[in-house]
């Protein structure tokens, strides 16, 4: 661990500052020892935490949520890797020595060091306004808490790192239990939601506020109140009452229309509550998915610059879980293109949510939409239900989902009709989890939800069977989480233990 604990605490190549805040980058490793000594300093100090999440969800997030879900799939693998069908496939073995396994550990613990610079620096500096010290600190404890959310989810327990760490202080960090990991972010987020602003001014826009911070702590209780945890009733009544808070912000309101949602031109919407910022223009801030998740072997049918990846391919079974006409889905993904060469058609599935032109090769406009209102909207229904309470509150706002998207472009009426008052909670349960699958399609939530509410098992082995015609390896729930990288476990045997069937 000596090696990525290190690394984190290094910065990435400095440039000339601009006016926005995508723009400003981080300090550089030359001179991180010297330069923390305005609050302009400390500014410039927290964007690269901000940064530094580009690197996570660029792609390897979506190996261990969508990929590893029933949701998509590698449409083409480079030489038959092994180290990208284990994560896909369950009958194949994945091991500790997976390079991606590996990227995410080390990214999001550069990310977190980061975020502890940032902290450690921050008390020596004056600052003119105290409540502004106090903002940056609080954007830094929500990365950091969005990171460790991450790590506990796909790894369970981590070493927790809240202070910058020398070489021997590195090597005596063992893994802390997963509560403990929770317990750190409940208490970053709370910082955080007394210290974020409500809004920024254009310039500030994409920074964490208040609304994100009580968003994602409502989607914290959630899957503390579920699996492996399970804290129960007490857990969602107090993600009830967050995700409440966010729905009577009237600063926070479903777009009319689902496809804006992914307009490039329309980024930060009012129903957004946090998104990872991107910008194309060849200074290294764009995002590759219109690139990465289009059909290996297309050509500009389907993006009109740069190189095609063909991997987090829609699975049939997400093609099949939209209802005839919802307009979701043609927004979200498409089954096949046209061939111009051939003039037929191919039938292969790729995501289109994230359509842009690229500036060049993988430099597009979008941002990652981390957390958005409909996912609040549908974890406060889930919450109730599971409290044995309000069916009608929960029908509501499940049908305020369905309402938006039938208005959507594409739409029209007598499509998606509202849900029914159901006869029992669990058969609400399942609306609610198959409108979260669609609502929030190739966004990184489903292998989460199917953990945290302990269905992974039945899903995923139909899903298996599904693909291969036959019954897979049989489950073990050491499925559910990760190896501990292979690196990680000999760069300190002693403390760092291998997770259970790895």
């Not at 996570?56 to 997030?61: I, R, S, V």
């Not at 991606?100 to 620096?121: E, S």
């Not at 602003?197 to 208040?210: E, F, I, M, N, Q």
């Not at 996912?375 to 409290?387: G, W």
């Amino acid at each position: 661990m000596k090696r990525f604990i290190l690394l984190a605490l290094l910065a990435t190549a400095s440039f000339s500052c601009r006016k926005e805040f995508i723009d400003l980058q981080p300090i550089s490793e030359m001179n991180a020892g010297t330069f923390y000594k305005t609050e302009q300093d400390m500014n410039q100090a927290v964007m690269s935490p901000y940064a530094s999440l580009r690197s996570l969800y660029n792609q390897p997030f979506i190996y261990v949520s969508e990929i590893r879900s029933d949701n998509t799939t590698f449409s083409w693998v480079p030489g038959n890797s092994k180290d990208m069908t284990s994560i896909d496939n369950f009958g194949d073995v994945l091991l500790s020595d997976n390079g991606f396994i590996l990227t995410v550990w080390n990214n999001a613990y550069n990310t977190i060091l980061r975020c502890n610079l940032v902290l450690d620096k921050i008390d020596a500096v004056s600052f003119k306004d105290p409540k502004l010290k106090e903002q940056y600190k609080a954007e830094a404890k929500f990365i950091r808490a969005l990171t460790y959310f991450w790590l506990v989810r796909v790894y369970g327990d981590v070493p927790k790192v809240e202070k910058q760490l020398s070489v021997n202080e590195a090597y005596t960090l063992g893994r802390a239990p997963a509560q403990e990991i929770y317990d750190l972010i409940v208490a970053d987020l709370k910082f955080a939601e007394a210290n974020l602003p409500a809004s920024y001014a254009a310039v500030d826009k994409g920074r964490v506020t208040l609304g994100g911070a009580k968003g994602l702590l409502a989607k914290v209780y959630m899957t503390m109140a579920g699996y492996p945890l399970k804290k129960g009733a007490a857990y969602y009544a107090l993600a009830e009452t967050k995700a409440l808070e966010v729905i009577n912000n009237p600063q926070y309101s479903l777009v009319p229309d689902y496809k804006t949602l992914f307009d490039v031109t329309k980024k930060n919407s009012s129903e957004s509550l946090f998104e990872v910022q991107y910008k194309k223009g060849g200074t290294s801030t764009g995002s590759p998915w219109n690139n990465d998740f289009a059909p290996r072997f297309s050509n500009k049918e389907v993006v009109l610059v740069g190189d095609k990846s063909g991997f987090n391919a829609p699975t049939p079974s997400i093609s099949n879980a939209y209802e005839a006409g919802d307009p979701r889905k043609s927004i979200s993904m498409s089954d096949g293109y046209v061939s111009t060469a051939t003039g037929k058609p191919v039938n292969e599935k790729y995501v289109k949510k994230y359509y842009d032109v690229s500036f060049s090769a993988s430099d597009n406009d979008n941002n990652w939409i981390e957390l958005r209102l409909a996912d609040v909207y549908l974890l406060y229904a889930e919450a109730l239900v599971r409290q044995g309470k309000q069916q009608d509150v929960a029908l509501t706002y499940l049908n305020k989902i369905r309402q938006r998207a039938r208005n959507s472009s594409g739409g029209g009426p007598g499509i998606l009709p509202d849900y029914k008052p159901f006869t029992t909670d669990a058969d609400l349960l399942l609306a609610i989890e198959k409108e979260r699958r669609v609502e929030l399609a190739f966004e990184n939530h489903r292998w989460f939800d199917l953990v945290r509410t302990e269905r992974a098992k039945e899903v995923m082995t139909q899903e298996q069977k599904e693909q291969t015609g036959f019954n897979p390896t049989a489950w073990s729930d050491n499925m559910l989480l990760f190896p501990i990288p292979l690196q990680a476990i000999q760069a300190n045997p002693e403390k760092i233990k291998q997770n259970p069937g790895y």
